[in-house]
């Protein structure tokens, strides 16, 4: 079992839906990012959290501790959207251990 | 965008050849990594180096060597080429080891028939 799961691991969205990809971690962690792949290939840092929720445009993303568990949302999703979506998580001896990643696809 | 630039982007070899990935940053980030991400796995790290000269082994370090005699510089051999080999390799680096994010190249797709 990955110790990272991420669901769904495909998604198509309407565009201007509200949008939630979830991860969910069986380990100890000092922190989780999400990150995001554009079709080119090349992958950029999205959040990284240890609490809470951050919100950055319309993505936001939370996180619960005591149930090992983060959600990504896209409020007013719009086709630029569509991408691959990556949880990665940072264990406590600092290894990176990164979900399979969401395709998600936003018809326009 | 941070500084890194991968080459080649794409590469087409056969089994057994020997095959290098150079991974260029010009952020003068101590930590350097290697990872390969194939279809339905995460991204999974090859090997990563801490500084110059100073390298260790990821989880999925065998049949891979790694280099890097210069800050900027960190290579990726493959001695031998195998099928299994195919694969896109990602490389990232980051100024410290722990509690920031990494910042990644665009990648490089190689195919080994």
């Known amino acids: 079992k990955n110790e990272v799961e991420q669901s769904p691991q495909n998604l198509t969205a309407q565009e201007g839906e509200f949008i939630t990809i979830n991860c969910s971690y069986s380990?100890?962690?000092?922190?989780l990012h999400w990150l995001q792949q554009h079709p080119g290939g090349g992958i950029v840092s999205l959040f990284m959290l240890s609490s809470g929720k951050k919100k950055h445009g319309r993505l936001i993303a939370t996180i619960n501790i005591q149930e090992k568990h983060s959600s990504l949302h896209i409020t007013a999703s719009h086709p630029r959207d569509s991408a691959v979506y990556i949880c990665a998580v940072r264990l406590i001896g600092n290894k990176l251990v990164f979900g399979a990643g969401t395709i998600l696809r936003v018809k326009s | 965008d941070a500084g890194i630039t991968q080459s080649p982007r794409h590469k087409v070899t056969e089994t057994g050849t020997p095959v290098t990935l150079r991974c260029h940053q010009t952020e003068n980030h101590r930590y350097m990594y290697w990872y390969r991400q194939d279809p339905g796995h995460g991204l999974r790290l090859i090997h990563y180096?801490?500084?110059?000269?100073?390298?260790d082994k990821g989880e999925v370090s065998d049949g891979y060597s790694v280099s890097r005699s210069k800050t900027e510089d960190f290579l990726l051999t493959l001695e031998s080429a195998t099928s299994s080999q195919t694969s896109v390799y990602f490389c990232a680096i980051s100024e410290w080891s722990g509690g920031q994010p990494q910042h990644f190249g665009d990648g490089t797709r190689l195919s080994i028939l």
């Open positions: 180096s801490y500084g110059v000269k100073d390298t």
């Open positions: 380990v100890g962690i000092s922190a």
